[in-house]
């Protein structure tokens, strides 16, 4: 039975994806784990494949983790979304969750903390 999980990491901070990358690699996990630097090459990715979930930066050149977070919920509504933000505020906390974001976490974070809800989300 192939019920493998799919997870989107994106950021223009490889420093980040990638070490998010490593640690969902590294655990027991059973997930698939895909990075992309950029919205676009996100959303390039999501045509490719189906991911149950996307953990996505705000602020990116080109297209910002907001714009990505509704592209998401208009054409994969199953598909979860993890903001993650360096310039948090309460507006945009509160249009990541009208926009549908599941969970919002501003940097500097815990691995843990993202690993928590990404295991809350996929089980
Ligand atoms: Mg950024």
Known sequence: MNDQKRLLIVDDEETLTYSLYQSFILAKHDYEVVTA??????????????????????SMPGMSGLELLTNIKQDYPGTEVIIMTA????????????SGAKYYVEKPFEIKEIKQMVMDILG
């Not at 991911?51 to 930066?57: A, E, S």
């Not at 505020?89 to 009208?98: D, G, I, L, Q, Y």
């Open 37 to 58: 630097s950029s919205g676009e090459e996100a959303s390039t990715k999501l045509k490719e494949k189906n991911y149950d979930l996307v953990i996505t930066d705000i």
């Open 87 to 98: 310039y948090g505020s309460p507006e945009k906390k509160e249009e990541a969750f009208n």
